[in-house]
């Protein structure tokens, strides 16, 4: 009930008024006066009783028909919600109802999510029209759950880009701001490193090396390897029959023939190499394949498909268990893709001159070399590391990998980094590596076509499918990301030997803003 100025003035008035009538009552019995003999101010006041008397029944007569008709349609579906989602409904409307203006069909449309009579995922099919599923969706969801999404945006997005292919039942999207680095200087070109982070330092410590290699003549990159990997798992009734699949894949005669049942899956796929593994009757079967200028993943399993259908008619004893039997081995790490690689295999390095170690990098190549030999290496064998021979590749693979719009689970073995410093030129000048050998991207599928993820592809001159050369842009992108990474090892491992580490983090990366809970 809503208590406005009108309704107190009303009250007021009708509680004086009975007040004076009973007084003006109770002396007319004391002086036996006849009660209809009244005075002018007694019938003021009746006449203000009988007002006042029919302005609250008229109120208050109003408020409960509205009340009443809201029981029986709305109000019922509400109380349906209420035993549905908890008793959470009174928290929910003072969040939800208040910020989000609905419109009456919407209103509908969110009854429905939140009951449970329309399901979430079906939103888009249904509304066919992607922003108003997710306005419709994110509404239903803060009422379901008594929790605000302010300050996740909603606007600004195209929401059809994603349907079927980025993201399922979007309620809003995730800023990452975007940093640069650069330029850097690879095998003489000059690239403008798109990094999205939200840790502070991290741009700027890349950046520094960029211009340490910049200022000491670039770095050089190779691409050693390109394949993507799926390895299916299949059973036989014995180790025997399952060592005879094992040999009839590994016979070179018989790659030809599975391999053009392989690539049908794309005109972009080739298969490259096949490796077993045996455990027991159980065999796992590793395909290695280039994918063009697509990461691959998709294109690989499309491919061991057909290979398993074709070997079906051979090998009918052959129980196929899964599609993928972990040896392959995607977004876990596996010495596996350590050892034999997994996408793009880069080596890249650089010499950096004993005077820019100093100018730029505020350290010696003796500092530096002994810290790589004592940390990446010796330390990372005493951790018992895997792929892990590095300061932080994963800081800038994961960063680049955001901004262009890969796969981040891949970060797990796409960080795979072995970095080397060696002092060359008679002890003078530092020579700087790392070997990367699961460098998983693409430039096209997945995220890379998305407006954001695309214009960092652009900025890197290697957006989408390159017409001339198939894959080559992908490549470039592996190798892109080996000297982004070469740069970032150099810096950090300078301001560790320099002692700069904690003092520049203390200074770039703690916020000393209150951040005690605003909500
Ligand atoms: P992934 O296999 O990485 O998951 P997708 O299958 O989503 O990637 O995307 C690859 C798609 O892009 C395929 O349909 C392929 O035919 C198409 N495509 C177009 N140009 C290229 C190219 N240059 N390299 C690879 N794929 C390409």
């Not at 007084?23 to 004391?30: A, F, L, M, V």
């Not at 080596?347 to 730029?360: L, Y």
């Not at 490549?475 to 892109?480: C, H, I, M, P």
Request: charged share 20%; proline share 3%; hydrophobic share 45%.
């Amino acid at each position: 009930m809503v208590v406005d100025t009108r309704n107190v003035v009303f009250f007021t008035v009708f509680f004086f008024v009975v007040h004076y009538l009973l007084i003006r009552w109770r002396e007319k019995i004391r002086n036996s006066t006849p009660i209809h003999v009244v005075t002018v101010s007694e019938m003021a006041a009746i006449i203000t009783f009988v007002g006042s008397c029919i302005y609250l029944l008229l109120y208050f007569g109003t408020t409960l028909v509205h009340h009443t008709h809201f029981s029986d349609d709305e109000e019922a579906e509400e109380t349906k919600n209420h035993s549905a989602i908890g008793c959470k409904f009174d928290v929910l409307l003072t969040h939800a109802e208040k910020k989000e203006t609905t419109t009456g069909e919407d209103e509908e449309v969110i009854q429905a999510v939140v009951s449970g009579k329309t399901p979430s995922y079906l939103l888009e099919s249904k509304l066919g029209d992607c922003k108003r599923a997710v306005f419709i969706r994110r509404v239903a969801l803060e009422r379901i759950t008594g929790k605000s999404l302010e300050g996740l945006p909603v606007d600004g997005f195209d929401y059809e880009s994603i349907l079927g292919q980025c993201c399922e039942m979007p309620v809003g999207y995730v800023q990452i701001p975007v940093g640069i680095a650069g330029p850097l200087l690879l095998d003489g070109m000059e690239f403008s490193v798109p990094m999205a982070t939200t840790e502070g330092c991290l741009v700027a410590s890349t950046n520094r090396g960029c211009k340490a290699i910049y200022v000491s003549g670039g770095a050089t990159s190779v691409l050693l390897k390109d394949g993507m990997t799926r390895a299916p798992i299949v059973r036989f009734a014995t180790a025997k029959r399952a060592a005879d699949l094992k040999f009839f894949l590994e016979e070179p005669l018989n790659f030809q023939n599975l391999a053009s049942v392989f690539d049908r899956s794309s005109r972009f796929a080739k298969l490259r190499k096949i490796q077993c593994a045996i455990a027991g009757r159980n065999l796992y079967i590793r395909f290695t394949c280039s994918t063009g200028d697509a990461m691959g993943m998709n294109m690989v399993s499309k491919g061991v498909q057909n290979v398993l259908e074709y070997l079906q008619a051979n090998f009918p004893d052959m129980d196929v268990i899964g599609i993928s039997g972990n040896y392959c081995s995607d977004k876990k790490p596996a010495a596996v893709n350590w050892i034999e690689g997994r996408g793009k295999s880069v080596v890249c390095e650089a010499i950096i001159t004993e005077d820019v170690v100093k100018k730029v990098l505020k350290t010696t190549v003796a500092s530096l070399v002994e810290l790589n030999m004592l940390k990446n290496l010796t330390g990372s064998a005493m951790a018992g590391a895997l792929g892990g021979f590095n300061a932080h590749a994963s800081n800038i693979v994961s960063a680049v990998f955001l901004a262009t719009g890969q796969d981040p689970a891949q970060n797990i073995e796409s960080s795979h980094c072995i970095t080397m410093m060696e002092a060359v030129n008679g002890g003078r000048d530092l020579h700087v590596s790392v070997t990367m050998p699961s460098i998983e991207v693409g430039t096209v599928g997945g995220g890379t076509q998305l407006a954001s993820q695309s214009a960092c592809l652009n900025l890197l001159g290697v957006k989408g499918a390159n017409k001339e050369w198939a894959g080559s842009n992908a490549r470039q992108l592996a190798k892109v990301v080996a000297a982004a990474v070469l740069a970032g090892e150099l810096s950090l491992m300078s301001a560790i030997a320099a002692g700069q580490l904690v003092k520049s983090h203390m200074k770039y990366n703690r916020s000393n803003k209150d951040i005690s809970a605003k909500f």
